[in-house]
């Protein structure tokens, strides 16, 4: 599943960025409608929510698995 946002203008989605996606390919769209309030709250705990995850995720002692293919041989 990809997550893009878009807007809705002269009855077409106009997406924020462009998808790599082979010309003819089917898609299903799930239209969340939010008030402008609420979609700035959202992405505000999104924001916060993957600073954290990049704190997490980048630290020294995991830094081993960074080249994960050629320490388990794959």
Request: charged residues 35%.
């Amino acid at each position: 599943m990809i997550r893009v946002k878009a807007r809705y203008r002269d009855q077409k989605l106009e997406l924020e960025q462009p998808l790599n996606l082979p010309e003819g390919a089917e898609v299903e769209i799930a239209v969340q409608s939010l008030p402008s309030t609420e979609i700035a709250e959202k992405e505000a705990w999104s924001k916060q929510g993957m600073s954290r995850l990049e704190e997490e995720w980048d630290n020294p002692q995991d830094a081993v698995y960074d080249n994960w293919r050629k320490l388990y041989g794959a």
